[in-house]
Every structure is written in structure tokens, then in C-alpha cells.
């Protein structure tokens, strides 16, 4: 399977997603995915060291700046 397709099943779902450069991740709703693997998430948190910091609701992540897409357990 193509990670694109992969990515754009978990349309809908809660996912862990990490970006290069940074020491925080963003948990949140998967709301759409493009071709280019740019995400918006809804109800997004950024999350450090395991524990919540900030909500930031809806957020627009570049492809090019995730490393890692994870679905979370619901």
C-alpha cells in the first residue's frame, strides 16, 4: 500500500503525528490529507514529553515537515 492511501485511511481517526526539528508532537482529529501528505488536523493539541501543553484546534501541517503519522487507540 502507498503511504498516501495509508495515510488518507486514517481519515477520521485520532493520530499521533511528529515533525522533523521539533521536540513536541501534535495529537489531533485527521480531518483531510493531500497528495503532497499536507494534513489538517481538528481539536488539535501540542503535546510535550507525553503530557498536553497547549490546545491549538485547527491546524494545517506541510508535508515536508512530518516524520511520523501514528493512529492512536480511540
Same mark, same amino acid.
Given at each position: 500500500?502507498?503511504?498516501?492511501? #495509508?495515510?488518507?485511511?486514517?481519515?477520521? #481517526?485520532?493520530?499521533?503525528?511528529? %515533525?522533523?526539528?521539533?521536540?513536541? $508532537?501534535? &495529537?489531533?482529529?485527521?480531518?483531510? $490529507?493531500?497528495?503532497?501528505?499536507? +494534513?489538517? +488536523?481538528?481539536?488539535? @493539541? &501540542?503535546? &510535550?514529553?507525553?503530557?498536553?501543553? #497547549?490546545? +491549538?484546534?485547527?491546524? $494545517?501541517? #506541510?508535508?515536508? @515537515? $512530518?516524520? +511520523?503519522?501514528?493512529? %492512536? @487507540? &480511540?
Amino acid at each position: 500500500m502507498f503511504p498516501n492511501k #495509508r495515510v488518507q485511511s486514517l481519515v477520521g #481517526r485520532m493520530v499521533h503525528v511528529e %515533525m522533523k526539528g521539533e521536540r513536541s $508532537v501534535l &495529537e489531533g482529529v485527521l480531518t483531510s $490529507v493531500d497528495d503532497y501528505l499536507n +494534513l489538517h +488536523l481538528s481539536g488539535a @493539541n &501540542e503535546m &510535550e514529553n507525553g503530557e498536553r501543553r #497547549r490546545l +491549538l484546534g485547527s491546524v $494545517v501541517v #506541510r508535508g515536508n @515537515n $512530518v516524520v +511520523l503519522i501514528h493512529p %492512536m @487507540n &480511540e
